[in-house]
Structure formats: C-alpha cells, structure tokens
C-alpha cells in the first residue's frame, strides 16, 4: 500500500503562483493531480508516466501549470502558475503502480489517493 502526502497549498491572490507536492512511501508509476471544487465534480489537472516523459494537462491549466516528478524522491509536483479565482479547490494527488495509461485523466487509473490540499485564490 502506497501513501501519499500532499503539502504546498494555501491562500494566494490572482495571479500568484503556487508549488504543490506530493510525496509517495513508495516507488509510484503514473501519477497525476486531480482538483475539486465546491459543488463540481473532481477533474484531472494534470498527470504524467513514470519516466515523465508522457504528460496530460486539463485545457484549462495548458501554459499556467506544470506536472513534474523526482523519481529518486518518489515526489511529484505541480507547479501552478497566474493562478486565477477558478482555479480554487482542493487539489489531490493519485497515483498507480502502472508505468505508462492511455487515460491519464481518469479517476479510476489511480488505486491511491492523497487526502487533499486546499488552495484559495482570491480575486
């Protein structure tokens, strides 16, 4: 069983910019960060395979956010940029022992779950 801790959220002004992480106790494959907002269905935000070289990111976060990952650390990271109000919710991380998925942005890729970090954007 792999656990996962997210840490880096926080209230922030349009425009800011904010680095979430999420470290793993174990080795991971895909990994990707889902966000919730109030009264919305969870999406996917952004996901990448293990070696990082194959990445999916939500139309709404193209050119703002950025997925990473530190293999050695077992640590993935999202890096959020010219955050705006919309953007606000509770950002998850997930991830699965699969090396490489042909459906990034599906909930049900991921078999574990992080327990979520709120970010606030104010306008």
């Known amino acids: 069983q792999v656990q996962l801790v997210e840490s880096g959220g926080g209230l922030v002004q349009a425009g800011d910019s904010l680095r979430l992480s999420c470290a793993a106790s174990?080795?991971?494959?895909?990994m990707a960060w889902f966000r919730q907002a109030p009264g919305k269905e969870r999406e996917c935000v952004a996901a990448?395979?293990?070696?990082?070289?194959?990445?999916y990111s939500a139309d709404s976060v193209k050119g703002r956010f950025m997925i990473s990952r530190d293999n050695a650390k077992n640590t993935v990271y999202l890096q959020m940029n010219g955050l705006k109000p919309e953007d606000t919710a509770v950002y998850y991380c997930a991830a699965d022992s699969r090396a490489f998925s042909r459906s990034y942005y599906a909930e049900g890729q991921y078999d574990y779950w992080g327990q979520g970090t709120q970010v606030t954007v104010s306008s």
């Open positions: 990448l395979n293990w070696s990082g070289t194959n990445t």
């Open positions: 174990g080795r991971t494959g895909i």
